[in-house]
């Protein structure tokens, strides 16, 4: 069964320019997370999603960050624009469904972003 | 108070030792705890999972689990330096239903 897919992998872009990532889930899992990890912390939640819907973005900054999930399937999360505190890992996270006590989450392998 | 508590470590073992991992937690009414495994540059890998007291044993792994206490644990038994990493903790929150990840402990096995 393949894993969490994301891309790219890496990226470097200078500040105030624009960024996307995109993530596919496993196949079959409903809910979809983006989380940010800086070093030396644990993953923070920015957004879920069930299926199309965006469940929780409380935590996702509107006023640059967006994110979609068109089809209930891949999903993109946006970043424009970029500030230097946007360094950090993305990582994209899916579950089969997220009422379930028995919940577990997968992370795909990350897009780490660098902002000069 | 922050919602979950774990040693930063660096914890070093000797090869072949038992590693003990803990974790204690703020909030009394989750039922889901996890155990994440990450190694330097790569995200983090689901290695166990546990739902009630007591003790849940997958190969080398156990998880052990005190609702009472606030208070999972990891053991790693015959510690290998494959498993150098840093182990992250997480439950998820009763109220908000995230997913709650501690700082980690960075694990040193050394041969």
């Known amino acids: 069964e393949a894993g969490v897919v994301q891309s790219p992998r890496y990226k470097i872009i200078e500040k105030k320019q624009p960024v996307a990532f995109w993530c596919n889930p496993i196949s079959g899992h409903n809910t979809l997370y983006w989380y940010l990890q800086n070093l030396g912390q644990g993953p923070e939640l920015l957004i879920r999603?069930?299926?199309?819907?965006?469940?929780?973005d409380s935590q996702l900054p509107k006023d640059r960050f967006s994110a979609e999930r068109l089809k209930g399937v891949d999903s993109t999360l946006k970043i424009q624009p970029a500030e230097l505190g946007d360094s950090a890992v993305y990582l994209c996270?899916?579950?089969?469904?997220?009422?379930?006590?028995?919940?577990?989450?997968?992370f795909g392998p990350g897009t780490r972003l660098t902002v000069l | 108070q922050k919602e979950v508590e774990q040693n930063s470590g660096p914890l070093s073992v000797p090869e072949g030792a038992i590693a003990s991992l803990n974790c204690t937690y703020s909030?009394?009414?989750?039922?889901?705890f996890f155990w994440y495994r990450q190694y330097s540059g790569k995200s983090p890998e689901l290695i166990m999972s546990i739902y009630s007291n007591g003790d849940k044993e997958d190969g080398r792994f156990t998880a052990q689990l005190n609702k009472a206490s606030q208070y999972v644990s990891l053991l790693i038994r015959d510690s290998q330096p494959s498993d150098s990493a840093t182990y992250l903790c997480?439950?998820?929150?009763?109220?908000?239903?995230?997913?709650?990840f501690g700082t980690g402990t960075r694990l040193q096995v050394f041969p």
């Open positions: 997480a439950f998820r929150s009763y109220n908000t239903d995230k997913l709650i």
């Open positions: 909030d009394r009414g989750s039922q889901s």
């Open positions: 999603y069930e299926n199309e819907e965006a469940v929780d």
């Open positions: 996270a899916s579950s089969l469904e997220q009422g379930s006590t028995y919940n577990e989450q997968f």
